[in-house]
């Protein structure tokens, strides 16, 4: 995971949140958000918080004498989330690694988690940190994306990149979509010791303003753009090449798309 982190620099990270949040990130924001069990006094982490799009809408649901802790790895994600968010004393932000978590045993009642934990290099021991900081009866909530080939605009993007290279292509695309399989995920959570483990495959529509932004986002909001300019490609060929291919299959002014993730929920 230090390695994706290491790859969002501020150029990068202000794609990602003006491209992504809107095309794919905020839906399943609002819906993880949404299931958190909401009370008075209640303590929450948020793991892999980037730009602080989950955070926002955990903020629009806790109660006012609530604390929301909202940690990553990557400081050009969480230097980002500072800089745009509105003060909020219920809020801290902190870098950490979900690996080792600078928290006491039994600190918060709930964790979520929004599409991070496919960058995790030990997934169980990741699942078990979050069970350890969280008290009896403790909330785990977070997802992870269905497989690349159910979720539109990252399956355009990954293939035409592909189509650039006869020899070492980039692979960044196979990383996010990795962890499709809802029994593993099952499996994972009752591995790492969490009760009453569900996991719920979601489909929510994807729009973006146009071709031309939902390739910016893809391309260069991503660690993609590192792996290209390693390659020493051109950049602006291949976002342009990305647009085109997503006009085609999917209109524009907006462009419109189908996303499936897998939604988890476990209790400590």
Partial sequence: MAEISASFSEAITANYHRCMGPMLFEPFADDLAARLRVFDGMRVLEVACGTGIVTQRLLERLPADSRLVATDLSEPMLGFARAHADPDPRRVWKQADVLALPFSNASFEAVVCQFGLMFVTDKVAALREMRRVLGAGGQLLFNTWAALAENDFSRVAHDRTMSFFAEDPPQFFEIPFSLHDGDQLLAMM???????????????????????????????????????????????????????????????????????????????
């Fill in 190 to 268: 009752r591995e790492s010791g969490f009760a009453e483990p569900r996991v719920r495959r979601l489909d929510l529509p994807s729009v973006s303003s146009s071709a031309v932004e939902a390739a910016l986002g893809l391309v260069q909001g991503t660690p993609l753009f590192v792996a290209l300019n390693e390659r020493q490609a051109d950049v602006s060929v291949i976002t342009k090449a990305v647009a085109e291919a997503l006009a085609v299959e999917f209109g524009d002014d907006p462009i419109r798309g189908r996303m499936r993730a897998l939604v988890c929920e476990a209790t400590r």
